[in-house]
Nanobody, 116 residues
Framework: QVQLVESGGGLVQPGGSLRLSCAAS?????MAWYRQAPGKQRELVAV???????NYADSVKGRFTISRENVKNTVYLQMNSLKPEDTAVYYC?????????????WGQGTQVTVSS
């Protein structure tokens, strides 16, 4: 099965930046970033298809950028102008197509804390 390894989380001051990375063990299709804050539901942050099409949650548009390097099976999330409300555990997600069916895989999560 596909293994997803996340990195790049940490503590940053409001207005600062972080870049998250997620490397897949084999070729995948769609990749996405989700986040879950304490006491809240997990929410979709950004999506990127194998062709490079992207979509973002309204709360992060203009501040976050999702990108990928297909040859490395890696997705990135560049986070700028971070706000305290961005504090959450960020999870990488990936789909793999097998015989016409899509199978989903999750990373273990990385903590992002935005605080002064």
């Amino acid at each position: 099965q596909v293994q997803l390894v996340e990195s790049g989380g940490g503590l940053v001051q409001p207005g600062g930046s972080l870049r998250l990375s997620c490397a897949a063990s084999e070729q995948i299709n769609l990749m996405a970033w989700y986040r879950q804050a304490p006491g809240k539901q997990r929410e979709l942050v950004a999506v990127i298809t194998s062709g490079g099409s992207t979509n973002y949650a309204d709360s992060v548009k203009g501040r976050f950028t999702i990108s990928r390097e297909n040859v490395k099976n890696t997705v990135y999330l560049q986070m700028n102008s971070l706000k305290p409300e961005d504090t959450a555990v960020y999870y990488c997600y990936a789909d793999q197509f097998q015989r016409g069916r899509a199978y989903g895989y999750w990373g273990q999560g990385t903590q992002v804390t935005v605080s002064s």
